[in-house]
């Protein structure tokens, strides 16, 4: 891979120059690898060398050169495939292990071990498109070939991927309720809809509840909820000294993506059940308060 081209479309207000170019060149992966690119002076901005303290304005060029995929770390671990063609492939993250990043235990490592596309732009192996939070369970896309990473990582920015998670939070939240409280002053919108309700001795509600980011902040669900009063079980670090579930991880599953394919056009939808213990636990709850 030579080089890619990026354009800047759209610049939500407080955008940081590092985020934006992991975000627009997903093959860096991290922050640490934006940063490599700028000190090589492989990350160019409207045809000059790019600096960490750039400011980026709408209309701006970014190109890199010479991007090629850091080498894949061995981590045997083999993950749930919900979904996967020549194109791209869906699988189902386990809690405890992060999409990608400079650590062993990741998804895209886990994968690395696949046989490349057939496809003529085959990347040497499955990279993620997004990402979900290290304790959060649940559906991660990855493309497997050039074009399809650059159209799903599109797709990303402009809003076209639909995600919908599902959470067991503590009270009993409105039936519906969207919340558009600022996160280090970006943009942030979520909106949620409560599907059961169960009393509770010891916590007086939990419920189960499905959550659509509109936007995408780091850790914009868990913050969200926890500022409406509504903590996710198992969030010990929102919980701010509140009591909650612990031992049994975050409450928290990705359990939807609705997106365009990238070769064909055609509507993907997926879904899957969140885990078992989320029921398990709402049940426990209601038969210990009746």
Same mark, same amino acid.
Do not use: M, W, Y
């Given at each position: 891979m030579a080089k890619q081209k990026h354009t800047v479309r759209q610049l939500p207000k407080g955008t940081n120059f590092i985020d934006y170019c992991r975000r627009a060149f997903p093959l860096l992966g991290s922050k640490?690898?934006? $940063? $490599? !690119?700028? !000190?090589? @002076?492989?990350?160019?901005?409207?045809?000059?060398? #790019?600096r960490l303290t750039d400011l980026l304005q709408k209309g701006d060029r970014l190109?890199? $050169?010479g991007a090629g995929l850091p080498k894949a770390r061995k981590f045997d671990k083999e993950l749930p495939v919900v979904l996967q063609d020549d194109h791209?492939?869906?699988v189902n993250k386990p809690a405890g292990i992060a999409v990608n990043g400079n650590r062993v235990q990741t998804v895209e490592n886990a994968l690395a071990g696949l046989p490349p596309?057939?496809? &003529?732009? &085959?990347?040497?192996?499955?990279?993620?498109? *997004?990402?979900?939070?290290?304790? %959060?369970k649940g559906l991660v896309l990855l493309a497997k070939t050039k074009? &399809?990473?650059m159209a799903l990582s599109q797709a990303f920015e402009d809003n076209e991927v639909d995600k919908a998670y599902q #959470?067991?939070? *503590?009270? @009993?939240?409105?039936? @519906?309720? %969207?919340?558009? %409280?600022?996160?280090?002053? $970006?943009? &942030?919108i979520t909106k949620v809809e409560t599907l059961r309700t169960v009393p509770s001795h010891v916590f007086g509600h939990l419920s189960l509840v499905e959550l659509k980011p509109i936007t995408g902040r780091t850790h914009q669900l868990r913050i969200h909820l926890q500022q409406q009063g509504h903590l996710i079980v198992g969030d010990k670090a929102y919980a701010k000294g509140q009591k909650t579930i612990?031992?049994?991880?975050?409450?928290?599953? #990705?359990?939807a993506l609705s997106f365009a394919h990238p070769a064909t056009g055609k509507g993907i939808n997926v879904r899957i059940d969140p885990p078992r213990r989320f029921g398990k636990t709402l049940d426990r709850e209601e038969r210990r308060s009746s």
């Open positions: 640490t690898a934006v $940063k $490599k !690119a700028v !000190a090589g @002076q492989r990350l160019l901005r409207n045809g000059r060398p #790019a190109e890199l $050169k791209l492939i869906i596309s057939p496809e &003529a732009d &085959a990347l040497p192996r499955p990279v993620a498109v *997004h990402r979900i939070d290290l304790p %959060t074009s &399809a990473l #959470a067991v939070v *503590h009270g @009993q939240p409105p039936p @519906q309720l %969207t919340v558009d %409280t600022p996160i280090d002053g $970006k943009e &942030a612990l031992g049994k991880g975050l409450f928290l599953c #990705a359990c």
